[in-house]
């Protein structure tokens, strides 16, 4: 998997959105004076009518985006997941999940991934945030052919829609011309029987790679990506508890409230297995290079590795 | 205003004063003070101004009305089901647990209501959305929202404020409910935002001021806004908390407060007395 393509799923959210945009007249992209950096500057360029720059303001950009919803529109409201998710919460919850609005939200730069900003940017909070608001969707892709994908998902979806992505270039994992997304649906990447990865976001590439080197160790890992973490497929999740007994989950953001306590809200009622969460660790991140910031909070295939070989040592 | 139709709003008005006064005794609880002091500014529009159709009330064509003071969900709940939307009957229900009338306003299930709205400074921004959105489409409905003198505390008014006049929405009407008071006390003592002519004035607002219980100026108001072009324009109203039940009238304490049995039965006999004075004349 050495040669793969790597881009960030914050251009392959700018690409998508000028990419629909001809195909659907009714979408309009909202920025908070972050559209260079969000990407939706790409849709700015091609649909300069329909891209409504709001200045730094984001608790009335999702306003805004609700009452465009309202009468109709399909709204795409851009910022950094920090704000997006963090500094309109609550318009997020009450102007657009309370009355169910067909907003969507893309949030980039999410996760400790940001890097040289530091704490006050890297987001580690938003999937909890966001998976608590009843009638929310909330998707974190894997790559940029996921993205992509999970952008025209939304459109399509009559409801509102979080979607986060990332800063980072990261590995293109998936083949465009097969891949079939669908919103809840998880993927299986690698059967196994030993252990269950459950990974989202750019830990995914992390977690197939994991699955190889445990595979070499003689630990059969199943890995499946869970690019919707709400609704979860609980179904798959539950299956996967079932047969293999253990799970590790992998995502960057928080341990607290992400996908893997969303996987521990599923198993613990019909599977109750062992989870081990590997996340950020209820701490705050620094500043640094992203590719050794996701090292140094145990964001990669080796830590995986280590994780699930004590777990599974454990079981 | 022709004298014929300033007597039926003024009949109206009394009534939707009685509805709210029914529905927030009915609750046991919420807001007469600030829906009171709306009660005519609402019934004007709704009775002489915007184009709805309680039939079907959800024709895009539709004028738009976001409350954005959503506390006061009361006054609207009355002036709907007078504008025949729902039984007025209904309003009895308000906040009781198997009704639609939530506490505060929800477009989900409540007819005629376009924005659910209660967290103060956010109805502003939809209602700022709406009128972009007609803008973007060249639709020509109209949007109009009324805001609480406290509530203009949030800072998300004043992002909105700043939006509404970058985007040039001279179809969008902003009410400020100007009674002085909050639920801590004056608005001028809690946390003052006067002077709030000037404040819309320096976010690039068309900024009007009338007596919000007095439908002559009502109508010069919201005349005078229609001409403007190129700009948002907002009515400050200069009103009374409480206005129609003299206990309540400039009280605090009935910013969120429902009268006992005796109260209410003061209140009903005074807005009985004033609707009757209203019908006879």
Redesign the interface.
């Given at each position: 998997m050495a040669d793969l393509v790597k881009k960030a799923t914050r251009e392959s959210y700018g690409e998508a959105l000028a990419e629909l945009g001809d195909k659907y007249e009714n979408l309009?992209v909202l920025d908070a004076d972050l559209a260079g950096a969000t990407k939706t500057g790409i849709f700015k360029k091609k649909f300069p009518?329909?891209h409504?720059d709001?200045?730094i303001?984001e608790?009335?950009m999702?306003?805004?985006?609700?009452?465009?919803?309202?009468?109709?529109?399909i709204?795409f409201a851009s910022s950094f997941a920090m704000f997006a998710a963090g500094r309109a919460f609550?318009?997020v919850r009450?102007?657009i999940g309370?009355?169910?609005l067909n907003v969507k939200i893309g949030a980039t730069h999410a996760g400790i991934s940001v890097g040289e900003d530091g704490a006050s940017h890297q987001c580690n909070e938003d999937i909890a945030l966001m998976r608590t608001i009843p009638g929310m969707t909330v998707i974190n892709p894997s790559d940029d052919v996921e993205a992509k994908a999970a952008v025209e998902a939304a459109i399509l979806h009559d409801g509102p829609v979080y979607i986060r992505f990332g800063r980072l270039a990261v590995p293109v994992i998936h083949d465009k011309e097969t891949y079939k997304f669908e919103i809840g649906k998880g993927e299986v990447l690698a059967d196994g029987s030993d252990v269950t990865i459950i990974a989202t976001g750019l830990m995914v590439y992390e977690a197939v790679k994991a699955a190889e080197q445990l595979k070499n160790d003689g630990i059969s890992a199943r890995v499946i990506n869970i690019h919707t973490i709400k609704p979860l497929d609980k179904e798959l999740v539950v299956k996967a508890a079932k047969e293999t007994g253990l799970i590790v989950t992998a995502e960057e953001h928080s341990v607290i409230g992400g996908l893997g306590s969303a996987v521990c809200d599923a198993v613990c009622g019909e599977a109750p297995v062992k989870v081990v969460k590997i996340g950020v660790q209820d701490v705050f991140g620094h500043s640094g290079p992203a590719a050794d910031l996701l090292k140094e909070f145990g964001l990669c295939s080796e830590n995986i590795v280590a994780t699930v070989k004590k777990a599974v040592a454990d079981k | 205003m022709d004298e014929l139709l300033k007597k039926q709003l003024q009949i109206t008005a009394c009534k939707v004063r009685i509805g709210i006064i029914e529905g927030v005794y009915s609750a046991k609880c919420g807001h007469p003070g600030g829906s009171l002091s709306i009660a005519d500014t609402l019934t004007y529009l709704y009775f002489a101004k915007m184009h709805v159709y309680p039939d079907d009330p959800k024709l895009p064509d539709r004028d738009r009305f976001v409350l954005s003071k959503g506390h006061t969900a009361p006054a609207l709940y009355s002036v709907l089901a007078h504008r025949g939307f729902f039984p007025v009957e209904e309003l009895k229900t308000l906040r009781h647990i198997d009704s639609r009338l939530q506490g505060h306003p929800d477009m989900k299930h409540i007819p005629g209501v376009d924005m659910s709205t209660g967290s103060l400074g956010q109805g502003i921004s939809a209602a700022c959305g709406m009128a972009l959105s007609a803008k973007l489409t060249g639709d020509t409905y109209k949007v109009y929202a009324i805001l609480g003198d406290g509530e203009i505390e949030e800072g998300e008014v004043w992002e909105a404020a700043m939006f509404a006049a970058h985007n040039k929405l001279d179809n969008l009407l902003a009410v400020v409910d100007n009674n002085n008071l909050q639920i801590d006390g004056k608005i001028s003592d809690v946390c003052s935002p006067y002077p709030i002519d000037e404040k819309f004035k320096a976010f690039g607002w068309h900024v009007i001021t009338m007596d919000a219980h007095d439908f002559d100026s009502i109508e010069k108001a919201f005349n005078e806004a229609e001409t403007v072009v190129n700009q948002p324009c907002v009515i400050i109203q200069k009103s009374v908390k409480g206005k129609g039940v003299s206990y309540m009238e400039n009280q605090v304490s009935w910013h969120g407060a429902a009268p006992n049995t005796e109260q209410y039965e003061q209140a009903m006999s005074e807005l009985k007395a004033q609707l009757a004075e209203l019908e006879k004349a």
């Open positions: 309009y009518d329909r409504i709001c200045g303001a608790a009335n999702m306003g805004v985006a609700a009452g465009l919803a309202a009468t109709g529109k709204p609550e318009i009450n102007s309370y009355p169910h | -």
